[in-house]
């Protein structure tokens, strides 16, 4: 599958049984993968194994409790 990944997006950071909404930025291919807030504020992940995933086309998803 292809996709881009360079330029900016939205996405979730699913945490301790809390969804919450960050951006992603990459500046080009040798860049690295930026996460932050919504506010800008760089995102802090949990200690441990983290898993990123892409999903393309997904706009209408609904996270509930």
Same mark, same amino acid.
């Given at each position: ?13 699913? /945490?301790n049984? %809390?969804?919450?909404?960050? &951006?992603?930025s990459?500046?080009? *291919?040798t860049?690295?993968?930026v ?5 800008? /504020?760089?995102? %802090?992940?949990?200690?441990? &194994?983290?898993?990123?995933?892409y *999903?393309?086309?997904f706009?209408?998803?609904?996270i509930?409790?």
């Amino acid at each position: 599958r292809q996709f881009d990944d360079i330029g900016t997006g939205g996405g979730y950071y699913l /945490t301790n049984g %809390v969804a919450i909404r960050i &951006k992603w930025s990459k500046e080009s *291919a040798t860049a690295p993968l930026v996460l932050t807030y919504e506010d800008g /504020t760089p995102l %802090v992940i949990n200690t441990g &194994k983290t898993f990123i995933a892409y *999903a393309n086309g997904f706009s209408n998803i609904i996270i509930s409790e």
